[in-house]
Structures are given as C-alpha cells and as structure tokens.
C-alpha cells in the first residue's frame, strides 16, 4: 500500500513538472511589446470595409500602406488621428489630428506639422485609391510620446475634400469619409 502511494505521487509530480515545460514563458516586456506590423480595415461612413490599411515599423517611422475603392474620385485629406474609435457615420470620435508635440497643421505651415498630417490620397476615375508613405514622426514603440500604440490608440482617417496642407486644425479637409482604428 505504502509503495503504491510513492508511485502515486511520483507519477503526480512528473505529469505536473512535464505539463509546465509545455508552456512557453514570455516575459512581461515581450506580452507587453506591440506589433511591428498590423493590418486592419477602413471602414466608410455606412459602416461597411472600403479597403485596408496596413503599418509596419520602419528605420525612418512607420510605413503606412492604404489601398481604399468606392470612394469619389479626386483628392482626399489623409491623416492620424488621436483615438483608436471609429463610429460611423461622422467619425468624430477618432479626435483631432494626433498631434503629441502640439505643432499647428500642415506641412506647408511653419508652425507645423502635426505627427499625424500624411500627404493626400488620390482616388482614380473608379473610386480606386492607394498611397504608401513613410510617417516619419510616429513610430509602433508603445513607450515613446509619438507611438500609435499610445493608451487609447489611434486612428487613420480619409476626409472628403483634399488638405491643403496648412490651415490649422485641419487643412480645410472637411467631413471625415472612413476610418481605421490602430490599437
């Protein structure tokens, strides 16, 4: 009796020391740490995915490539915006431009830029658009004042009428079309 117990709680302490090295250990910093690249969908304001957009950490920032369709044709305001929240149909609540250094708008003001205002997206005759642009004053480090990965992330936005690119806030854009949340 006394050895079938022994073996008993030999064999009880070999599944239990066998069952732990099947788990894999990661650190605090490594669950913590984001993404270098993600991918998510825009949405436009009735609700519905109008393309993709994806992020991926570069040497220079974060490379941002955006592929949208059904939108009107011409030029449209581009930017990040400070929340990761994206109710359609207004999208008002992704918050004004992500702008962590508190600089005025655009890239033609001299008291500008904001981190989040990227050049226009162009849409062809067909409602197809694509830009890929490096933003070079963000990074997808969640611990620096300019990460997209802030608390509360952030968004993309596509605006209905083209920026230009230096009246504060917003460059005259207009109302918000579509948008993606990063997070």
Do not use: W
């Not at 993404?35 to 220079?60: C, H, R, Y």
């Not at 508190?102 to 205002?117: F, Q, R, Y």
């Amino acid at each position: 009796m006394k050895s079938g117990k022994i073996l008993m709680t030999a064999s009880l302490g070999l599944f239990v020391i066998s069952g732990c090295q099947s788990v894999q250990r990661v650190s605090s910093n490594e669950a913590a740490s984001p993404p270098s690249s993600l991918e998510f969908s825009m949405v436009g304001a009735n609700g519905q995915s109008v393309g993709t957009a994806k992020l991926s950490a570069v040497q220079e920032g974060v490379y941002i490539d955006l592929q949208v369709s059904g939108l009107t044709p011409g030029e449209h305001g581009f930017h990040i915006h400070e929340k990761a929240s994206c109710e359609a149909p207004t999208f008002d609540s992704a918050g004004a431009h992500f702008n962590p250094q508190h600089k005025e708008h655009g890239i033609l003001n001299p008291k500008g830029a904001h981190a989040g205002d990227l050049p226009n997206l162009i849409v062809d005759e067909k409602g197809n658009g694509k830009l890929s642009v490096i933003a070079k004053t963000v990074v997808l480090q969640a611990d620096k004042p300019n990460s997209l990965f802030k608390p509360g992330g952030t968004s993309l936005v596509i605006h209905e009428n083209p920026d230009d690119l230096k009246t504060d806030p917003s460059g005259n854009s207009g109302k918000r079309i579509a948008c993606g949340a990063v997070k």
